[in-house]
């Protein structure tokens, strides 16, 4: 049995969902979860419900905001406290941030964006897409302990069953010291939506949109299903959206459970991005388009006519 | 001013991935290499901070295969006054790269004053040197850089995170700038630069050289596999206007019921 650490990111008093997964997928291993910041009691409840043993709620001074140094510090003290084999987290922002500085200050491996993995024995056996998705390939981490994973959110799914552990709260205090690189601010996105990484639909436009002002009708549809809305590169460099938008290989990879394409032709890298998503429908005028090999669902047609009839019939069911 | 820049060499975004013969890595034969797309910015962004500080030097580093060197002559030809190159594998993990890193900017006898990376290399997308490099060097990093305002001694950079917030970050000289499309405009390297390049000077060192061996390789690929195909869909023609309300009701009818995802 292999000592895993987890460590989770904490929204509105919750641990984020990549951590369940993550802990479902641990099952059979000794499990503690480390968390920085208020984590709620049903948070707690949530975490030990999925195999959480210890759970370490890390407090200091320089801890209210992420830097990459603060926070790899305060993890580093649980890490040396608990001896632990592997140490796991969501690949989101901060996770990827943050993991491969706390991986060099052990001067230890890690995996990242892993979309699967087991273990066998006490070693990490991981899947993970390389160039954007074109390729999968089986990662190990081999030299000093422990060995560093980030694994992407949406791609292990929660777990059917769950095993319980004991979820014992221990406080810890620790003293980060100067910090050289600290947020002064944050200024909000345009978005309130969940992010293209973690969303679970999507629905994106491509070159056929024509201008900015067309994706309100992907915005209408996308208020109806709670979906999160993206654009291909063709889209993003025409400038009808920001870059934060953008799906594919210099973009975002994402894997949602229905990914809906409109007006994309389907350039190999932006496939590259998208073509792990669950349920992929498209919607295009041109028959031959490259997106039409990728979909579940097709639709060859004017996605101006295609996208309010879709929005009225999805009105109906939600 | 010091300012270095580190770039990867890796396949155009548009070529048609192949796992190589024993499942080690992929097959690299006959591939269109050129610079990181992100790195572009990472280069510009030095050019720029140089033009603003005079006397600065920009110093471009690459570790990688040597049957082509696109990414560095195009960071020459853009403008950046040298290169380093230390020759290895084009499948080198994060680690090794980041070790062969610092070992070249520390060969180079200079000491950074600031580091600029792409934000993420689109082969491997392991987003880790950029940190891992600023751990190693004891240096304060910043990742995903969508906006640089600074001079030679402190720099306000903005982060950007999920759902396109962005971290406003002040900090002091040396740090390392990890940088994403947004930053900048990348310039095109003109023809005199091209000319100009061929006479800079261009270092090369082996991984010996900088202190690298295969001890340092800490993640091991294996496998290499082409994603399942998936079994064709089915596909509806909605071009004739009288059929789009039936066809869309279908479509919906089936996300609904037989895929089960809304």
Redesign the interface.
Known sequence: MAKVLVYTEVHDGNAKSVTLEILGKLAGQEIDVACIGDISDGGITALAEHGAGNIHKINGAGLEK?S??GY?KAIKTIIDKGGYDYVFAGS???G???F??L???F???????VTNFLFEGDNFNGTR???????????????PKPHFVTVRPNALGMPESKTAGAGKVNEESVDIGE?????????????????L??AN?IISGGRAMKNAENFKILNECAEV?GATVGASRAAVDSGFA?????VG??GK?VAP??YIACGISG???HLAGM??S????AIN?D?DAPI???????????LF??VP??TE??KK?? | MNIFVCVKQVPDTETKVTPNSDGTFIETSSIKWIMNPYDEFAVEQALLLKTANAGSTVTVARVGSVQDTEALRTALAMGADEAILVEGDDNLDSYMISKALKGAIEKSGKTPDIIFTGKQAIDDDCLQVPQLLAQMLDMPSVSVVVGFEGDDKKATLKREVEGGALEVYEVTTPVLVACNKGLNTPRYASLPGIMKAKRKPLQNLSLGDVGVSGDDRRVKYSNFQLPPEKPPGKKFDAMDEAKQAEIVAEVVGLLRNEAKVI
């Open positions: 992420y990459p140094e790899s989101t922002s901060l990827k941030d943050l491969p500085r991986a060099g200050m001067d230890a491996g890690m995996a990242t964006e897409p390389l160039f954007a998705g074109k390729v999968l390939a089986k990662v190990e981490i081999q030299g910090i050289r690189a600290a947020i002064k601010e944050i200024v909000k996105g345009a978005s309130e939506k969940v992010d990484t973690e639909i299903i920001p870059h934060a938008m953008q290989q210099t990879t459970s229905l350039a190999i890298q073509r792990t669950k349920v992929i429908v005028t028959p039409f090999t990728k979909a579940d669902y097709g639709i060859v047609g004017d006519k295609i009839i879709l019939e999805f069911i939600m």
